[in-house]
């Protein structure tokens, strides 16, 4: 006797294998999605570290300068003799905001007023620094002695960019040394 169907077929199997994939690629797609996102955040993470050391070199790079120096530039007003007077680098003394914080100076201030360090590589630009006196402090309180030995404090600022010009860090250290 032949087999004969009692119920006809309505096709739920494939409606159910049909969900199951849609499912599973709204998955694969959205893990796909995550995984773009997080290597751009590791690569934005990537470029402040660059950006960071690059600071770091440019740091050390003032520091070493001014350890090279046997007698102190001049400071001026225009940081032409390489150092700054303290507080004229910053256009409004009035603001408790720092100079460096200033929105004016912009990456075309940093590239006309700051020492270029430029043996850096893998960077979008060579990190700068701006050397500031912000004080001498003589040994002795004896008045009229010409050149006393004493202590000169400066401020060093220096700012690297990263792979790309929008990772900027920017580092200070107080470096004093006496003469």
């Known amino acids: 006797m032949p087999y004969q169907l009692t119920h ?7 409606i159910m294998t049909l969900l ?3 499912v599973l690629t709204v998955l694969a797609v959205s893990g796909a999605k995550n995984t773009t996102v997080q290597e751009k955040m590791s690569g934005s993470v990537r470029d402040l570290n660059v950006a960071f050391n690059a600071a770091e070199s440019g740091l050390t790079a003032g520091e070493v300068w001014l350890a090279q120096q046997s007698i ?6 225009d940081g032409t003799s390489g150092v700054w007077d303290y507080n004229s680098v910053d256009p409004t003394t009035t603001n408790s905001t720092g100079w460096w914080a200033e929105p004016s100076r912009d990456t075309s201030w940093w590239q006309s007023n700051s020492t270029e360090l430029t ?3 893998g960077v979008a630009e060579g990190p700068r620094y701006v050397v500031e006196e912000i004080d001498f402090v003589p040994d002795s309180l004896v008045q009229g002695v010409n050149n006393p030995p004493g202590r000169y404090f400066h401020r ?3 700012r690297g960019w990263g792979g790309n010009d929008k990772s900027k860090a920017m580092v200070q250290s107080h470096y004093v040394s006496r003469r």
Do not use: H, I
């Not at 102190?72 to 007003?77: H, I, K, L, M, N």
């Open 8 to 14: 006809s077929q309505r096709g739920a199997a494939l």
């Open 20 to 22: 199951f994939l849609m």
């Open 72 to 77: 102190f530039p001049v400071p001026t007003g």
């Open 119 to 121: 043996t850096l590589s």
């Open 156 to 158: 060093v600022t220096a």
